[in-house]
């Protein structure tokens, strides 16, 4: 009897014990570790999300014409914890999208795989006909450019709709908006979201922005130079259009250019914008502006008899001058009309150091800063670090570097009487900013006049256009190379003014590196500056 109730007074004390430590646990878990187990709770039911608005587009200058909008690209995902037949969907990523099978390799246990995103039409057929439930598909939105010759102007953007080059990178925050918030509970086990979703945080929506550039013109600037390019197997060219008189950018082309709809095999080289990244030596264009600066300054005039000397070399303080053709006795209009280095490094020795503010004050060396990135300042060798040869040098566009914007932006100052105006890229409402007026009204006509006969008579012939005020000067520069200066290799430049009555446009053309024999600006770039201003005369029905 007494053995019983002992029995009983154990099992007593056993539950007692069993009920202690479960409410001890109890403690433990409902009290102590609430916190702990209320985030692991809300991990497993709550998701919050972020979703960006779709893209704002890009328009061109008519604010008709996109030249970047969103367009539904299908995607391919997996879920490698979940796939029903691993070995078979396995064997078809290896097959046809290898580079997804080896991510998988290296994460076998990862909940969800991108096969492939923006698939082509082969891709994503490839995929529906082979029945693999373990493949899913999913819309995405991304961007299509209509206008693939302005892609290194607008640019483009990455896997994840993200501004990656041009004005999709300056403008990102822009055109994206900002994203809502939302909190969504799911079941912990299914993964299927079907509680209630909550907005934490309301999104905006991005703001479109409208280019200066007309799509049209780029397009048809796009086709002349690259048929140019072709002709002489050049590398590079660049062909801008401004109206001077505001600044607006009409046309940007930058050749050779990536095609911002198949970015497969982008080749980094292809998406610089080379009308402002790249500086070069311009050679003898920049003899435009010595010859303003010493008509400005009257150390010579218009028709003042400079000797160059009848011959294509000679010597000035003992440097060594050459130049492309012998001339004898010449006017100062003739000495930039053919374009002879005797004669404008002559005049540029009245300047002196003179010549270096000039060129500051027109702008070189310094940047634009219009709304893109990566744009190249450029330089102007400073007095300071002159040397006997320098100004000679500088008087035909040596020992100076200078983008196309840039050159742009100086021959404006003259269609515009002598205001510099700053180029712009993007309609914003705003006016356009000038400068004061930098140089007196003598002296810009007696630039117009050299510029006129320059096209009429001189080295710029080939850029004539009858009917029309055509004001250009040509510059043919050698490259340097490895800090020596290669004859074999060069940059042919025109640049210049087109008008008629009260219609203007500044157009600079440049070609790096044309192959053949006797090349020369005149016979390279002069003929692609009169093809890109009919083009333009047309289009915008000037006749």
């Known amino acids: 009897m ?10 007593f004390f056993i ?13 433990f878990i409902q009290i102590h570790k609430s916190s702990f187990f209320t985030h692991l709770a809300s991990q ?39 796939m029903k037949d691993k070995a078979t969907t396995t064997a078809f990523l290896a097959r046809n999208f290898p580079h997804a099978y080896e991510r998988l390799q290296h994460n076998p246990d990862t909940s969800f795989l991108y096969v492939k ?23 995405e939105s991304s961007r299509f450019y209509p206008v693939p010759s302005a892609s290194p102007v607008v640019g483009l953007t990455n896997i994840d709709n993200k501004g990656h080059f041009g004005i999709e990178r300056q403008f990102d925050h822009m055109l994206a908006g900002t994203p809502s918030e939302y909190s969504l509970e799911k079941d912990a086990r299914s993964g299927y979201f079907h509680f209630k979703k909550e907005t934490h945080v309301e999104g905006t929506h991005g703001n479109p922005i409208t280019l200066t550039i007309d799509g049209d013109l780029q397009f048809l600037v796009a086709q002349e130079l690259e048929e140019t390019l072709k002709k002489f197997n050049a590398p590079e060219g660049t062909v801008i259009i401004m109206n001077p008189q505001n600044g607006d950018i009409l046309s940007m082309v930058s050749a050779p250019y990536f095609d911002p709809n198949n970015t497969l095999d982008l080749d980094i080289e292809t998406t610089k914008n080379n009308a402002i990244t790249n500086a070069y030596e311009p050679g003898s264009v920049m003899k435009v502006f010595a010859a303003l600066a010493a008509l400005e300054e009257g150390v010579v005039s218009f028709d003042e ?25 010449l006017p100062f209009c003739d000495v930039i009309a053919f374009s002879n280095n005797i004669g404008i490094a002559i005049v540029a020795k009245r300047l002196g150091n003179t010549l270096y503010e000039h060129y500051t004050r027109l702008g070189f060396g310094s940047k634009t800063d219009i709304a893109l990135p990566g744009e190249n300042a450029g330089s102007v060798n400073h007095p300071d670090n002159w040397s006997k040869q320098s100004i000679i040098s500088l008087s035909y566009g040596y020992e100076i570097s200078t983008n196309t914007l840039q050159l742009a932006r100086a021959f404006s100052l003259i269609a515009t009487g002598g205001y510099l105006i700053e180029p712009r890229i993007v309609l914003d409402g705003s006016d356009p900013e000038r400068s004061e007026k930098l140089y ?3 002296a810009l006509e ?40 290669d004859d074999k290799r060069n940059i ?52």
């Open 446 to 485: 007696n630039i117009r006049a050299i510029l006129a006969r320059t096209t009429e008579q001189g080295t710029a012939h080939r850029a004539k256009i009858k009917g029309y005020n055509i004001m250009t000067k040509t510059g043919t520069a050698i490259l340097l190379t490895n800090g020596k200066y």
């Open 305 to 329: 008899i400079i000797n160059c000397k009848n011959t294509k070399t000679t010597y000035i303080d003992g440097r060594r001058i050459n130049t492309w053709k012998e001339h004898g006795e």
């Open 440 to 442: 007196s009204d003598v």
């Open 492 to 543: 042919f430049t025109c640049a210049g003014i087109v008008e008629k009555d009260g219609y203007q446009r500044v157009i600079v053309a440049f070609v790096k590196e044309a192959h053949g024999a006797n090349l020369f600006a005149s016979t390279v770039a002069a003929p692609l500056f009169e093809k890109v201003a009919e083009k333009m005369l047309i289009h915008d029905r000037i006749l």
């Open 2 to 11: 007494m053995l019983h109730k002992e029995r009983i007074a154990l099992i």
């Open 117 to 139: 995103r923006r698939l082509s039409p082969e891709e994503q057929a490839t995929i529906e006909q082979a029945h693999l439930a373990d493949i899913q598909l999913l819309s």
């Open 44 to 82: 497993q039911y709550n998701i919050a999300i972020s979703q960006y608005p779709p893209r704002a587009p890009i328009f061109d200058r008519s604010g008709t014409q996109c030249l970047a909008r969103n367009r539904e690209c299908i995607s391919a995902f997996i879920m490698p914890r979940l």
């Open 15 to 27: 539950f007692c014990g069993i009920y202690v430590l479960i409410t001890l646990n109890l403690y």
